[in-house]
């Protein structure tokens, strides 16, 4: 078996993606922590070597989240043995590292390695003669017996010396001879196979042992989908398997036709996911993600499909079935009513699940277990939860060491001695705290308004993930409310908007859109000169961000280059609701004006005499905006979508909004028809402190509730890094205190309590779990705040130090407060410039140029069967000979 190691903070490297990809199809992948972090997710197969012996916490953690084998520094192993007797943990889940060959004699005479592991790791052998003297011992360590079913393992690290020194054939060869493994740093593994390293292709046969009894040397291979259903039988060469492992999909070697992509003339591709041999290392087995219709030439799942096809696999194909009528069931049916009617599917849920409790009989038993497995695909369907998805979670769940009572909701049914005795303390359950996000008790007039606090260390790895759960929002029911306001607008234009705008916000509009010159309302001189002032800063940020045009020649005669352009038509929503926000019509004109868009159209609801806020018409007016739109909510978005008899349509829709405004950004973008982007997804305001013993408890307070009386739905996170009680009892009280002298109290008395506090011991650890949570705003109040941004991976944007707070940000430093919520700073920018623009490239060839890649173009048009791409080049060639 090949066995790659992987540095962690290699793995997050972009340059090693293509690279990573191909090593996840492996059966097992070693990671290794060599700067003390650890990896944030394990994925089938993972393998991590501590580099320092780990708590025993940790280990009991890590192997709850995912790890598949956790593999401990020999020098450490006697002292973890009690405990991994304690808890029971599989001796399949525990290696041993070893430095030599000195360390793997006295680990293989160890009984405490012998009894509790299943697999070392000899990180350096300068010469592999030297393990044979302990072959026997080697060979007798891996043999299966009656009380193990699966072989333990032992595996040799080959180092760059020794593949230099000789072919890697030898070495597989010896270490094939003496039953143990291969490991192999992905520093020398390539895809190709170019420089000092080996072909991953070469590496993976050698270590496997891959052989063939064949006389064409092929290697018989069986071709599974996700859910172990054989879909074919099909034959590899060294070739094919290359390529395989290369494009990450499925090629074979056909017996007629030599190599042979699976889909790429028919379009019924495989994503190639897992690879392995056979216990013979003759037969290899893939698999894969098969894409519609089939594997079969016949346009069916598998070959082995018949007219009166067998029940194999329904599961599987039910999953399919129902994924194709998510989008293409006929209108009426009563797939498509499920999908579309959620009331109605949780009511068959629970209507099926009531039935198979009330069932004895076997066939009805099974009856009823059919019926709910069908309403349960379809609600996983629904929200894009594939089959794959769910034996996933059950493998997580299979891997956990931890164990739960398992007790019923229902507390009558619980007895006292149910508990497990190797379930880990902790004191908050993971129900307890999901109850506690969703079903918050709010505080009355009277009341202390406190945040949730909870110590990491007391918490599991499940119930830590719960917390970087935002407060629910049900997408369902609000989508149900914004298509029809959506369909209206695009039927009867202004009309529609302002019988909306009526219904709404209870005030008659008779005039849609307002064109300039604006007439602004009276404004005091001191607001006038804010917005000045924010609006020069913003405009000396954003200039910046400008760029010019890029050019390379990438070889002789062939120039490429980047240059930007405006985004003709934009349209920036403004939110009214509860406040009046200038500041983000600054947000969103400035960028756009500075970027050269040539509409400019706001967006924003009128107040309740039917006019628009002074502050925002004088920023649209320093805008230059070509319109302005007296509508809010889902029939603004619309409008400007779609465009009306005077609300002039754009091409991309920017600005944050409540729930409704973001689901009617995520429809029409979706609509093809009305050919329009949008900025980002977003949930609603969320702020996130990092605190230590140098903060100031008022400062985080005022930070915290800056946020918090945004919404009810806002949410805001305090993460202290070694702070005691006590620290905690002052901010609750700073919080309390000036939460009461807010005139938006009653808003925060909705978000303070489903917001929390959360400790830690290290820095560390607060930034991990800051990274995870993703937030749309990060606040440091810590020493050396500065230094602590380059630990920053992810978040909308970050306020340095206790001089810097949030409200800055959000008028008139001069970055954009217009920033990714709910998670979506993991993929998503703030606005910026480029938010209003579009790059294009261009590409200009001299006849040498044309010359020198032209051939290679013609190739790769030759492998993909274009002829016509070919020829542009070949007529050309002729034409000048």
Known sequence: MLFPIISIPQSKAPENEKLLKSLSILP???????????????????????????????????????????YLPYSHFASFAEDLVQYKIPSSRIGVVVANVDELSAALSCSEVLELSGYIFVESVPDLCQLDNLAENIQSYVAPNSKRVWRRRVIVNISQPLIAIDTFDSFAQKLASLKADIALSSDLISLDGRGSGVSLSKAFISATGLSSDREDGLFTTIVQNQAGVCLGVAYSSAESLANALSFCQGVYWSRKRGLWHKGLTSGATQNLLKINVDCDADTLQFIVEQTEPGFCHNNTLTCFDTINSCSTGMLSRLCSTLSSRLSTAPEGSYTQRLFKDTELLNDKILEEAHELCEAQEKKDVAWEAADILYFLLVKCTAHGVSLRDIENNLALKHKKISRRPGNSKNPKLNKPDTADSTAAPSQTTVSSLRTSLDKVSFPGPNDPILMRSFDSKDLSKDEMHELFKRPIINSDQIIKTVKPIIDQVKANGDEAIRQFTLKFDNVSISDVVIRPPFVVPPLPDSVKSAIDVAYDNITKFHKAQLSDTLTVETMPGVVCSRFSRPIERVGLYVPGGTAVLPSTALMLGVPAQVAGCREIVVASPPDKSGNLAAEVMYVASKLNATAIVKAGGAQAVAALAYGTETVPKVDKICGPGNQFVTAAKMLVQNDVSAMVSIDMPAGPSELLVIADSTSEPSFIASDLLSQAEHGVDSQVVLLTVGMDQKFVDVVQHQVDTQAKRLPRVDIVRKSIPKSYILNFDTLKEAMDFSNQYAPEHLILQIENAQECTSMVNNAGSVFVGKYSPESCGDYASGTNHTLPTYGFSKMYSGVNISTFQKHITSQMLTKEGLELVGPSVMTLAEVEG??????????????TE
């Not at 070597?49 to 953690?61: C, K, M, N, R, W």
């Not at 274009?866 to 034409?879: D, G, Q, T």
């Open 28 to 70: 097992f992948s070693i990671y290794t922590n060599t700067q003390n972090e650890k990896q944030v997710e394990f994925t089938e197969g993972s393998c991590l070597i501590y580099s320092q012996a780990p708590e025993f916490g940790d280990l009991v953690s890590d192997l709850d989240g995912g790890l598949d084998i956790a």
């Open 866 to 879: 274009l002829e016509a791409h070919r020829n542009a080049v070949a007529i050309r060639f002729a034409k």
